[in-house]
């Protein structure tokens, strides 16, 4: 078993007791972190799609991971052993009809994955995809959000980077990703990431139109560790606890979650350095060619006329005097 697929199982036990883990290596030093996700849905009556801008009292109580009922993992495991899929839910009304579904991902190489929004992996990273299916919304205008919060061993450093692009050729009219790095305090070097792009989608099958903005709220350090058992038995020294929101949607947003009944967001985890963007050789041949052909024709243009100059001097037109 290779550790990528043992990172992979252990990601997936943990998520059954509310977490999910992973190493933050370099070298023969190693980190341990530990992420626990809560969704919080809100009735979002003014449509800022900002929990920030939201009353508390618009809040309805978040779903914990840890409370929920999961599939069976055997039927979830994929025959390659790289991927693993767990849909589940709490015991009540909400999740008659639909679950909530984390899809872990692990790679052998680099690339990228088929469907939007592609993001970019190396073997050092493993890919979750986390969306809701179904769930029945308990408000009029619900929308959801995120929270991630990040267990880790002290010493560590974490920010959010967003860096642009001028390419959106993976992630169709998305020109950002996101991403939240951690470091050692007083050192240079990042050794973890969560890398995304600022995008989320209404439908299975993404497509434009289904397309919807998501942001990110500021990452705050948190004084208290998580109430989950087992990341108090796993952090028996003192451990900081970042976090942050992902929300989607965007103000004045006519489509609320209740439309679809469905929302999708893809994040990479990994370690070392997140993987940058690169130009794919179509686009580098693009932009060579449109930055080439007006160079080409200004040169064609300057010796036309050039031509032409000397031929008009040689054509016996002699000024007369
Ligand atoms: C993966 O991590 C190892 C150890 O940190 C490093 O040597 C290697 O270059 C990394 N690979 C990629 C693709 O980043
Ligand atoms: C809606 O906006 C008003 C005015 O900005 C604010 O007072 C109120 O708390 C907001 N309601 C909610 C539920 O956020
Ligand atoms: C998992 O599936 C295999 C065959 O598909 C079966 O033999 C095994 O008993 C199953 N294990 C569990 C725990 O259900
Ligand atoms: C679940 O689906 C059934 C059949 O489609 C429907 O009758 C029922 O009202 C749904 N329940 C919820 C809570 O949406
Ligand atoms: C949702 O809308 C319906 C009809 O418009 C209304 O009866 C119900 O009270 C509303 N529910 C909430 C939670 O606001
Ligand atoms: C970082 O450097 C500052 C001053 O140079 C020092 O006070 C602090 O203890 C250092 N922190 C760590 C974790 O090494
Ligand atoms: C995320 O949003 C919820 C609801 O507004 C809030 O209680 C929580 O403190 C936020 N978490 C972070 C890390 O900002």
């Known amino acids: 078993m290779s550790t990528f697929t043992a990172n992979l199982i252990f990601s997936v036990l943990f998520v059954v007791f509310g977490a999910t883990r992973g190493f933050l290596g370099n070298g023969d030093k190693f980190r341990r972190k530990v992420e626990i ?6 009735d979002d009556v003014n449509n800022t799609a900002d929990p920030q801008q939201t009353a508390e009292s618009s809040f309805y109580p978040p779903y914990e991971l ?28 909400s999740f008659l009809n639909g679950s909530l579904c984390l899809q872990f991902s692990a790679f052998e190489s680099v690339g990228r994955d088929q ?53 959106d050729e993976y992630t ?33 099958v993404p497509v434009f139109e289904d397309a919807t903005p998501c942001k990110h709220s500021q990452l705050v350090s948190m004084k208290r560790i998580p109430q989950s ?39 990479l985890v990994g ?28 040169i064609v243009g300057g010796v036309f006329v050039w031509i032409r100059k000397r031929r008009s001097h040689s054509s016996g037109y002699e000024p007369i005097n």
Not at 37 to 42: G, L, N, S
Not at 177 to 184: D, G, K
Not at 271 to 283: Q, R, V, W
Not at 288 to 297: A, E, M, N, R, S
Request: hydrophobic share 35%.
């Open 37 to 42: 996700i809560t969704v919080w849905e809100y």
């Open 66 to 93: 840890q409370n929920f009922l999961w599939s069976d993992l055997n039927e979830t495991l994929d025959q390659s052993g790289l991927t693993v899929k767990l849909c589940g839910g709490e015991r009540t009304e």
């Open 115 to 167: 469907p939007w929004p592609s993001l970019h992996h190396n073997a050092n990273s493993s890919q979750l995809h986390v969306w809701l299916n179904g769930v029945t919304p308990r408000g009029n205008h619900s929308r959801f959000a995120l929270e991630f919060q990040s267990v880790g061993d002290s010493g560590f450093q974490g920010r959010v980077d967003v860096h642009s692009s001028i390419d």
């Open 172 to 204: 169709p009219s998305i020109f950002k990703v996101s991403q939240w790095v951690s470091s050692p305090v007083n050192q240079s070097g990042v050794w973890g990431y969560n890398q995304w792009k600022p995008v989320a989608y209404r439908k299975a």
């Open 229 to 267: 058992r087992l990341v108090q038995a796993y952090f028996t020294e003192d451990p900081q606890t970042h976090g942050l929101n992902i929300s989607f949607g965007i103000d004045k947003d006519p489509v609320f979650y209740s439309d679809t009944k469905y929302i999708s967001w893809t994040v």
């Open 271 to 298: 370690m070392g350095e997140p993987p940058a963007d690169s130009f794919s050789t179509l686009i580098i041949i693009i932009i060579t060619v449109g930055l080439g052909t007006p160079l080409v024709i200004i």
